[in-house]
Each structure stands twice: as structure tokens, then as C-alpha cells.
């Protein structure tokens, strides 16, 4: 219901409008027949006329007041799934209010003249005459609406002369009625009224675009800033397209108010968040390939992506499939950005359903990359189901790509695994990507993908122009962002044993509004690469970039973030580096000023229980906050014959803690294996100060089994030690994310 009354309402009024040109050819008919015995129904279905206009041009003054109105239940309602269901009651009590008065009106239309018919002796046949008469206005009228009225006039103003016309009619049959009754009293009567109506709706109902283009149903703003720049808005097809630059510089597009890009063209600002989506998604699958002639790309969006993939210049043409016109017209103000997208030869754009396209051609594509709107938009669900990615790869060259974006907000990780169980299984090899902290990115196909990814392609010309815009300026940079390879997104969509979605089941549908509602996001798979343990790089995922490599600081992917913080912990603790110490946030610089002091607290008389709980808490987020970013190099000094720890004697038991964190450091599963083996069998015998790192041992011993392939080991350690381990928070999630995982090595 939300989707009428302010998401997609251009197909309910497309259904409006059809019902006027279904009245016009009915009134038509009636005219025809003229009913002289009685004009009562004539007169009666001339008032249902006027009345569905009147009714039309108040859905319109409704539509203009609902932002408020849904504005004020998002406000009001918590986030929770007892306030989505009081959203969806408040919005479906909206969209009733828009729609019903007209639809009543609309549908009392044909069972009356049917009546009227019938009474004036015109038989059964005149009933089939009623039906057909109404069954080709509908057609007619939605077409006219989707494809001339509502794209040349726009939605107020196709609306407010559908409604004129309508009210015209029963002008006209009232005054059929009045010449024979000689009454034209009714006659001004109906014309006043539908003057008077017209002109309500012309100058006093106001179709803002900074409201229109507001989202209030996801973000509770009734409006835009005031300060924003509108540079377009038109209402398509199938959508209203608005693109603007907000008070910030930041031009974004949107679709039905929900952005789907932006860019930012304040130079003094970082690019947005969409920026090394947009061309990762051009970029990456290039890395893949050495040489595809052939590329497709579903949905235009900004055009970044098809314009990044065109500064390949192997491409020989790239075909973008997007369904509604407006969407290429609107993104023309992002101008040079998107360039090549317009101007080169190679690029074609092409107006049509993505599914369409596909079934109507026989071509096949080295590359395709589907960049659908979020999955809670009604209809872009079936492009992540389990039908769409058994008919894709049909499309696809032997060698051929496919890249899929995932939005990971306003959804959550069972609904994340729905997507993964319906892809997972119609591919040979899959790689996921983080392109920020919420967009995952999903390299597909039919052939082993790692023994053909080369980097270095991307970092020359163009493309590394593209890639540096936004901080990517190495092959470590890039390699960094991989978080998943098949076996690794398997476990993680069995963790969760959710079903695939499909369109016999389409559980995205149905299920993605309530997330995005609660404002939800798929957390544990954001939180892959910042996890506390270095679990990709014991999966096999990932390394970690060499301690020479400063990683981008745009803040666009929090684990680059995170590195670049533990190079400045490095510098402090290890070289004394007093501006690395400014570089971090003042709580960091506050307990790193501790750890350079801990020299003073080991040798507090008495309180060695005190002091080694506290060294070992701090000595397990030390680890927690560099180990997972900085190789055996970057931890010499560090966690590796530690040359800050100045301890003349250490609390009891902490030697055993600094050995382990030196195996890990090392990479050594063996040492790993042995020194974790060791720790929990001796829990009962272990101080109370050390047992909050029973957690960290019970990792390091998985871990350190898995890197020696002992897979079967690694899973019967959970039955062995998992009662005695505290299994919560981020650890807990690893335990059952390595089990999903070794599952599928039994």
C-alpha cells in the first residue's frame, strides 16, 4: 500500500487515468443509445462522472498532504517490527484515502449503465458491448497514461485533464437530459462545479519536487533542505526521476525520492560513499578478463560504472540496460564525470526490462554486472532470485564475468544469506568485494576465478585514474576489500539456513520493507573485515597489505581505516613517534600514553591479580586492533618481542598470553596449535585474571589447525573445549561461521 500512496505511484494512476478513457468510451456508447424511455440513470451516471473527477482532483490534494502525514508515523513509530506493522496499517489507510473515492466512482460506472441498458429494452447484447467498450478504454487509457500523458504533461497535469475530460462527459449527458427535460439549471450547475474544481487543482495544490523528491517513507523528512539545488524532475513511465545538488556539493539521482547514486563535486570534500561502488562494479570484473569485447550492464544509475567500464579500451561495445527513459536524462548533469557513458560509440543505451532484454536476444556477453536499486523496491527482487541466476549465465561467453551489488543496509544478514543460497549454487567460483561499508560486491562464473585475477590490469590509463579518484591506487588496495571467496559465502549462507529467494517465493519482497523500515543492516558480513581475528587471511581470502602500504583515507571502508590506525600504533609504541600518537583519536592517544606507562603499573606491590587482568585485557585489544592489519613485519616490536612492554617482572601467567600473541604474529599455526592445546587444557589451574582470554586461545587453536589443513581436528575442538569457552559477541560469531565453513571440508 505504501507503494501507492507515495513509493511507485505512477502505475495506480496510470490505473486511474485508464478508468476515465473506460468511462469516456462507455459515455459514448450511452450517448449513442440515447434511453429515451427514462433519463433518471442518464442523469444518475452523468453525476458518477462529474463525481470521479471531483473525486480524482481530491486524490490529488491527498497525495500532496500524505508526505506529512506518512512524515509523521515515521517519527512517531519505534523501530521495531510492532511499529512496521502499525506503518503499514497508518500507509494503507493513506493509500485508501487517495485511491478509494475515485476507484467507488469508477467501478459503480459500469454495473449502472449495464442496468440502464437493460431497462431500455436494448437486450443482453448491450451488456457484451458495455464490457468490450470498458475493457478497450482501460487499455487505451493506461497506455495513453504511460506513454504520453503523465511523460509530456507529468502527473499533476495528466491527472487534473483526465479528470477535466471526465467531468466533461457528464456536461455533456446532463445536458442530453436537459434539452428534453428543458432544465439546464443542473447543466451550469455541473459546469461551475467543474470549473471551479479545475482551478482548485491547477493553483492550490502544489507538487513541490524537493518534497516529492524528499523519501520520506525512509527517512521521516518531509522535505529537502530548502538550499538544495533541483537541476531535474520529471515523472517517467515507470518512475519519478529527480536529480539535485544538496547544500554540500553532492549531485544525487533519485528514483521515486530514494537515491540510487551521488557524486560529489565539492573538491574540497572526500567523493561519496556511492563512488567506489560505481566503479568498482566498472572496474573490478576487468581484473578477471584480459581482453572481453563485449560488456552489459543492468541499470544506469549515474552512469559511472558504464562510463569506468569504457575506459577499457579493449571494450568494443557496452550495452546498459535501464527500464525508464528519465534515469538516462536526469543523470546528464553529473556531466564530465559520466562522459564516456553519453559520448563514446560504444556505449548503447537501451530502454527495456533487463529480464526482456535478455529472453528477446540471442547474445552472449563477456561481462554482465547487475546494479539494481535496493531489493525492498518493489520489483528488484526477481533480479536477485534464484530463477534470474539459473537464466543469466545463458547470456555469458565460456570465459565470461557476472557481477552482482548487494546492498547490505536496510536489510539483515537472514535476508542477505536468502540471495547468497539462490546465487551460490548457479555458479563454479564466486569472490565477494566490499566496495565500502555497505556494498558488496559479487564476482561470478562458470570457470575458476582465481587463477586468472590480475590487479595490475587495472592500475594503467584510464581506469587507474578512475580507481585513484577515489584512493585505489594500488593492487593491495584492491585485494584488501576481497572478504569472501565460494566456500566462505556457503558457510555464511548456511549459518543462516535461510530460503533462496525466488519468484515463486520471493522472500526479499515480502521480507526487505520490514528491514528497511527497522533500519537494519547485515552487520556480520560487514563485519568480515574488521573482524577482531584475522579469519580471511586463515580462510585463504585475503592478506594482509605490507607494512609499506598506506591504505586509502577517505573513509569509505572502515578496515582501511583501521589499518592506517594500527601503522600509527605501530609507529608510537615501537619508534616512539609522537606525531603517530596525534594522528589517532583522542581516547587511542589516551590509552596508548597508558601502554608506553605500564612499566609503573607491573610494579605495584600487591596488586598483581589487579595488573595482570588489566595488562591482559589491554594486550588482547592490542592484538584485536593490529594483528588482523599489519603482517609479521609490521608486529616486530609490537606484538613480537614487544620493545614497549618495559616490565622488570610480569603479573603471573601473562608470559603464557604474550607467547601466544607472538605465535599468532608469526603466523605459526603450529606454535598457534601447541601454546592454545595447552592453554585450555589448563583451565581450571589458570588465574582468574586470565580467563577472559580463553576466547582468544580457543580461536588461535582453531585457526592454527586450519592452517595446517587439519579440518577434521578444527571441528572437534568445538566438542572438546566449546562447553568450557564462553562462545558471545564477535568470537561466538567465528565459532559458528568456522563450523559452517568446515562443514562443507567433511
Request: charged share 20%; proline share 4%.
Amino acid at each position: 500500500m505504501l507503494s501507492l500512496a507515495l513509493g511507485s505511484t505512477l502505475h495506480a494512476f496510470e490505473l486511474m487515468l485508464g478508468s476515465f478513457i473506460a468511462g469516456i468510451a462507455l459515455g459514448a456508447l450511452w450517448i449513442r443509445g440515447r434511453a429515451d424511455r427514462t433519463d433518471a440513470p442518464l442523469k444518475l451516471v452523468a453525476l458518477l462522472q462529474i463525481l470521479m473527477g471531483l473525486t480524482a482532483l481530491m486524490a490529488l490534494a491527498f497525495y500532496a498532504g500524505a508526505f506529512a502525514w506518512v512524515g509523521f508515523l515515521m517519527e512517531s513509530l519505534a523501530r521495531t517490527d510492532g511499529g512496521y506493522s502499525l506503518f503499514n496499517l497508518g500507509t494503507a489507510a493513506i493509500a485508501i484515502l487517495i485511491m478509494l473515492p475515485t476507484a467507488f466512482f469508477a467501478g459503480t460506472t459500469l454495473p449502472l449503465f449495464t442496468v440502464a441498458l437493460l431497462r431500455d429494452g436494448q437486450g443482453e447484447a448491450s451488456i457484451g458491448r458495455v464490457y468490450a467498450f470498458n475493457t478497450i478504454g482501460a487499455i487505451v487509457g493506461v497506455f495513453a497514461a504511460m506513454h504520453l500523458l503523465i511523460p509530456v504533461l507529468g502527473l499533476k497535469l495528466a491527472l487534473v485533464l483526465a479528470a477535466l475530460v471526465d467531468m466533461a462527459i457528464g456536461v455533456v449527458i446532463l445536458r442530453i437530459t436537459a434539452v428534453r427535460d428543458r432544465d439546464l439549471a443542473g447543466v451550469g450547475a455541473g459546469v461551475a462545479v467543474a470549473l471551479l474544481s479545475i482551478l482548485f487543482a491547477v493553483t492550490l495544490v502544489t507538487f513541490d519536487p524537493l518534497r516529492l523528491s524528499s523519501g520520506v517513507y525512509r527517512t521521516g523528512n518531509v522535505q529537502l533542505d530548502e538550499e538544495t539545488e533541483l537541476l531535474f524532475y520529471r515523472d517517467g513511465k515507470t518512475a519519478s526521476i529527480s536529480t539535485y545538488l544538496n547544500p554540500g556539493g553532492t549531485a544525487i539521482i533519485a528514483t521515486n525520492g530514494k537515491p540510487d547514486a551521488s557524486l560529489q563535486f565539492n573538491d574540497e570534500r572526500s567523493p561519496t560513499i556511492d563512488e567506489p561502488t560505481m566503479i568498482a562494479l566498472g572496474a573490478l570484473p576487468l581484473a578477471y578478463l584480459p581482453h572481453p569485447d563485449s560488456a552489459a550492464v543492468i541499470g544506469f544509475g549515474s552512469g559511472m560504472t558504464t562510463h569506468t567500464l569504457l575506459a577499457d579500451s579493449g571494450l568494443e561495445r557496452v550495452d546498459t540496460i535501464e527500464i525508464e527513459r528519465e534515469v538516462i536524462n536526469g543523470a546528464r548533469w553529473f556531466g564530465e564525470r559520466v562522459a564516456r557513458a553519453y559520448e563514446d560509440p560504444r556505449s548503447n543505451v537501451i530502454i527495456d526490462d533487463a529480464k526482456s532484454y535478455f529472453a528477446g536476444q540471442k547474445k552472449r556477453y563477456d561481462l554482465i554486472i547487475s546494479e539494481p536499486s535496493n531489493p525492498w523496491i518493489s520489483g528488484v527482487g526477481t533480479l536477485f532470485s534464484k530463477e534470474f541466476y539459473q537464466f543469466i549465465p545463458h547470456y555469458l561467453s565460456d570465459d565470461g564475468i557476472f557481477l552482482q551489488w548487494l546492498q547490505l543496509y536496510e536489510i539483515d544478514d537472514r535476508l542477505v544469506s536468502s540471495v547468497l543460497n539462490a546465487m551460490v549454487p548457479a555458479f563454479a567460483d564466486i569472490n565477494g568485494y566490499l566496495s565500502n561499508n555497505g556494498d558488496l560486491l559479487l564476482v561470478a562464473s562458470q570457470r575458476p576465478l582465481d587463477d586468472r585475477l590480475d590487479y595490475s590490469r587495472l592500475f594503467e590509463g584510464e581506469l587507474a585514474e578512475e580507481l585513484s579518484h577515489v584512493g585505489v591506487t594500488s593492487a593491495e588496495h584492491l585485494a584488501f576489500r576481497r572478504v569472501a571467496d565460494k566456500k566462505l559465502l556457503a558457510a555464511f549462507a548456511r549459518l543462516y539456513g535461510y530460503r533462496a529467494n525466488s519468484d515463486y517465493h520471493p522472500v526479499l519482497s515480502l521480507e526487505a520493507p520490514r528491514t528497511r523500515f527497522r533500519g537494519l543492516n547485515a552487520q556480520q558480513l560487514i563485519g568480515l573485515p574488521t573482524h577482531n581475528l584475522p579469519l580471511l587471511e586463515w580462510l585463504g581470502v585475503r592478506e594482509v597489505p605490507s607494512l609499506g602500504v598506506t591504505m586509502p583515507d577517505h573513509d569509505h571502508f572502515s578496515a582501511d581505516t583501521l589499518s592506517n590506525d594500527a601503522r600509527l600504533i605501530r609507529s608510537f609504541l615501537v619508534h616512539d613517534d609522537m606525531e603517530a600518537l596525534a594522528g589517532l583519536e583522542t581516547g587511542m592517544q589516551a590509552w596508548m600514553m597508558e601502554l608506553r606507562a605500564i612499566g609503573s603499573i607491573c610494579e605495584q606491590d600487591g596488586n598483581d591479580a589487579v595488573a595482570g587482568e588489566w595488562l591482559v585485557r589491554r594486550l588482547q585489544s592490542l592484538a584485536e586492533l593490529t594483528l588482523p592489519y599489519l603482517d609479521r613485519e609490521g608486529l616486530s616490536g609490537l606484538l613480537i618481542e614487544p620493545v614497549w612492554l618495559n616490565c622488570e617482572s610480569l603479573p603471573p601467567g601473562i608470559d603464557r598470553v604474550l607467547a601466544l600473541l607472538d605465535a599468532n604474529a608469526r603466523r605459526d599455526a603450529e606454535a598457534m596449535v601447541q601454546l592454545g592445546r595447552h592453554w585450555l587444557e589448563e583451565l581450571e589451574a589458570l588465574p582468574e585474571s586470565l580467563r577472559q582470554f580463553d576466547a582468544y586461545a580457543f580461536a588461535s587453536l582453531q585457526l592454527g589447525l586450519i592452517g595446517q589443513e587439519r579440518y577434521s581436528e578444527a571441528a572437534e575442538i568445538e566438542k572438546e573445549f566449546g562447553a568450557q569457552v564462553e562462545a558471545t559477541g564477535e568470537y561466538g560469531f567465528a565459532r559458528s561461521l568456522l563450523l559452517a565453513w568446515l562443514d562443507q571440508r567433511e
